[in-house]
């Protein structure tokens, strides 16, 4: 099973929870991290895109803070939530099914894309070719917010590591299994923030590096021509 496949099957599985629903306070603990920072960078009327939006918490949050907001995400069961709640919240939301390696959107749509929480989900290959979606779709000196933790500080010393690593890809195998529902594979790229930045860098210029948390990240890349 590809990782596309793997992936959306595991978050269709899983749903709705109250730790991501937009509508229950347990899940706004995620935006609260980033708050303060993604604040300063939103500004009024903005087009920004929430990269593999679930049940949209952060697409919610971009718009509270000015932004007119779209995300995009594969898994149609939390999308359909996030539609429900933007109807319900009489959002100008707009939640699109697709997938991050083949963006439906044309060239200069948005002037921000934001890859919250942690991109583990995207292969290397995957970053790249997302990146050079993001060049055309992005406004000229618009915005790519990738946010990162680092996998060597977040994994040094489990000793199942090496097991579960594939060398070649940087694949690391893992399962989660959903109450009531079953296990599914939850497989997982081997990412650096430093690994992570080259690779974008190679295409969008870095502007800042913001440290959130001891192992989390935000980088921010702007389209310069
Ligand atoms: C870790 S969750 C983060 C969800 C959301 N950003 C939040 O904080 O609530 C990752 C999300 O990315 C989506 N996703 C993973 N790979 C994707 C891809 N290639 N295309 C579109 N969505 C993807 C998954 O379906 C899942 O909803």
Redesign the pocket.
Known sequence: MSI?DA??K???AAGVHPT?DPDDPR?QF?VDRYENHLSKLIKPGMRAL?????????TFAMEDMGAIATG????EI?LRHAKEVAERRKSRCQFNI????ALPYKQNSFDLALL???NG??SYQ?LESLTVQLKEILSDNGIFIVIIHDELVKRAGEETLPERYDIQTGLIEGSRTIPDKGTYAAPWYFWTVAFAKYIVEKHLPLEQIEQIEENRFMLVFCNKS
Do not use: V
Request: aromatic share 16%; glycine share 10%; proline share 6%.
């Open positions: 596309f992936t959306q595991h978050y269709n991501t899940s995620a929430d990269l593999g939006c679930n049940a949209g918490r952060f995009i995400d594969f898994a939390p697709g997938n991050i390696a919250p929480q942690n989900y995207l995957t």
